[in-house]
C-alpha cells in the first residue's frame, strides 16, 4: 500500500514555470512506476509523464522538451518540473504509482493522489 500526495500547483503566466511534487508514504516510490497524468475541463484524463523503476523518464509529445520528471529516493517524492508552460497545459495534474506495463495507461496505476491544479493565463 503506497499513498501520493500532489503538490506545488498554482496560477501562472504563459512561459513561466512551475514544479510540482508527488510525496510518496507507506511503501517507498522507488519501487513503483510514477507518472503524472491531467485532467482538464470537459476533457479525459491524459498522460503527461512518468518514471520508471530504473528512473527512465517518458513523456507526452505535448510535453516532450518542455517537461522534465526526476526522481529523490532520499525523499521518496517525484517531480515533475514544467516549464514554457502553455494555457493548453491548464488542468488539474494527478500523481499515480503503479507497476503496469504500459507507462501511458491511466488504468495501470494502483495509487492516486487527489490532484493539484494547474492554471496558465495567457
Known amino acids: 500500500q503506497v499513498q501520493v500526495v500532489e503538490s506545488g500547483g498554482g496560477l501562472v503566466q504563459a512561459g513561466d514555470s512551475l514544479r510540482l511534487s508527488c510525496a510518496a508514504s507507506?511503501?517507498?516510490?522507488?519501487?513503483?512506476?510514477v507518472g503524472w497524468f491531467r485532467q482538464a475541463p470537459g476533457k479525459d484524463r491524459e498522460f503527461v509523464a512518468a518514471?520508471?523503476?530504473?528512473?527512465?523518464?517518458y513523456f507526452a509529445d505535448s510535453v516532450k522538451g518542455r517537461f522534465a520528471i526526476s526522481r529523490d529516493n532520499t525523499k521518496n517524492t517525484v517531480y515533475l518540473q514544467m516549464n514554457s508552460l502553455k494555457p493548453e497545459d491548464t488542468a488539474v495534474y494527478y500523481c499515480?504509482?503503479?507497476?503496469?506495463?504500459?507507462?501511458?495507461?491511466?488504468?495501470?496505476?494502483?495509487?492516486w493522489g487527489q490532484g493539484t491544479q494547474v492554471t496558465v493565463s495567457s
Open positions: 499515480a504509482a503503479g507497476n503496469g506495463a504500459s507507462i501511458s495507461r491511466a488504468s495501470e496505476y494502483r495509487y
Open positions: 507507506g511503501r517507498t516510490s522507488s519501487m513503483y512506476i
Open positions: 518514471i520508471t523503476r530504473i528512473d527512465i523518464p
